[in-house]
């Protein structure tokens, strides 16, 4: 049935042109079905609007390139995310980043790309955007390194501030999902957008099967990751408890004595920031210490860098005590690619997150809109009372507000998707 005189719904459109319904929002969003509404959260398209030209292609136009990237191990952006990283023993030491023996094919271009594909990946995870980049362009573009290079590419022009290397990968990136139809690989590039879309926070966008952790149809390899997305959605709605949940479950499952990956570090601060937003610092605390007990002997300072704003005093007071020759770094880095992010974050919910306050200043407001108290917070911060009154009329002079309702819109990322809880 139709939702109003002479429209369809974006289902019942989906369905007419025999393509998904991911396909479709994709195409609105573009703007390209002629006539199409939006109506609140949804879309009315004329009953006869007619399908744009190249939105599917013809089986044989994709089948070799399909059938490499089902085949290759390259097929994965993240390959250094989910590869298990041998601890360090007093014997040995770590040689950096190598592209794993069965990961290797016969074929030395397919190998090369792979090597410099994983050495982009730790250029980011420590810290090293501008060279990850330099590394990334260096990567012959096939059927085998499209997938790795556009989503690899969005990452890094976030946190350089690059949108119109970002607008370029995503736009590759979504090419591909018009293009695709087997059905595993095109659930593969959607995780691949979903990791970026979850990394600025943006719950909004991630597709459906994420949200409800439905990752059947997935490698059994890459199931833990997208479950670990699904885990930063949850951190997007504000839903901290089972967030948490989550976590230690994955991290149950996964953790192997001797061993670790990278994305066990994130798992593990998002399990510290769950314990945060419950109060519970020691705990928090706990967890932290045991993510930079596995990163920082291999230098990977990115996943605190990223969320040295979301966690605040406690891992900058854990910093402090037991790592202060990385405190600087990480400081810096994060302040440089929080910017960045919360533009990008901004621009894709339309949300108007503070860029003005500094690092501290935000953490005090994410505070007080929380409800906690201000001897709470005082004691969190290890000020008095009336330091914190300052600082908090300082906040609301920087931002023209004069109450922690006005103040909630510009300090609290996905504010719409917290108060629907």
């Known amino acids: 049935m139709a939702s109003g005189i002479g429209y369809l719904t974006v289902k ?8 998904t319904v991911r396909q479709v929002q994709r195409l609105l969003i573009k703007d390209r079905i002629q006539g199409a509404k939006k109506l609140g959260n949804t879309y009315l398209i004329p009953v006869a609007a007619t399908k744009p030209k190249d939105l599917r292609v013809r089986a044989n136009r994709l089948a070799v390139a399909t059938a490499s990237l089902a085949k290759s191990a390259a097929i994965l952006p993240y ?59 260096s990567i012959e573009l096939s059927a085998e390194t499209r997938l790795c290079r556009n989503t690899l590419g969005m990452y890094i022009a976030i946190s350089l501030g690059d949108y119109t290397l970002y607008r370029q990968k995503r736009q590759e990136l979504e090419r591909v999902l018009e293009e695709i139809q087997d059905k595993t690989f095109y659930k593969l590039v959607e995780l691949s957008l979903a990791m970026v879309d979850m990394g600025m926070l943006a719950p909004q966008l991630a597709p459906e099967w994420l949200k409800r952790g439905d990752v059947g149809g997935l490698p059994d390899k890459d199931k833990a990751f997208a479950l670990y997305q699904q885990a930063k959605y949850l951190q997007g709605i504000g839903s901290f408890e089972q967030m948490f949940i989550l976590c230690r479950t994955l991290l149950s499952l996964t953790v192997q004595e001797g061993h ?22 020691g705990a928090a605390e706990d967890w932290l210490v045991s993510a930079l007990q596995l990163a920082l002997p291999y230098d990977l300072i990115m996943p605190f860098a990223e969320n040295f704003y979301a966690l605040g005093t406690p891992l900058q007071q854990v910093l402090e005590r037991n790592y202060p020759q990385y405190l600087d770094r990480i400081n810096k880095l994060s302040a440089r690619i929080y910017q960045n992010w919360t533009k990008f974050h901004n621009y894709y919910t339309q949300e108007n997150i503070t860029l003005l306050l500094t690092r501290r200043e935000l953490q005090i407001a994410q505070l007080v809109v929380g409800h906690r108290s201000y001897k709470e917070i005082a004691a969190i911060e290890y000020i008095s009372i009336g330091r914190l009154k300052n600082i908090l009329q300082n906040i609301y002079n920087k ?23």
């Open 12 to 19: 019942q459109v989906a369905e007419q042109w025999g393509v």
């Open 79 to 137: 390959n250094l995310l989910t590869e298990t990283i041998v601890l360090p023993s007093k014997r040995t030491t770590w040689a950096g980043p190598v592209v794993p023996s069965y990961l290797t094919t016969t074929n030395d271009k397919v190998n090369e790309a792979l090597q410099r594909q994983i050495e982009a990946e730790y250029a980011i995870f420590s810290g090293k955007p501008s060279l990850a980049r330099d590394v990334l362009h």
């Open 260 to 281: 670790f990956t990278i994305t066990e570090v994130y798992l593990r601060l998002l399990c510290a920031l769950a314990c945060t937003k419950h109060k519970e610092l």
């Open 399 to 421: 931002l023209g507000v004069s109450s922690r309702k006005e103040l909630w819109n510009h300090v609290v990322w996905n504010a719409s998707e917290y108060e629907k809880k």
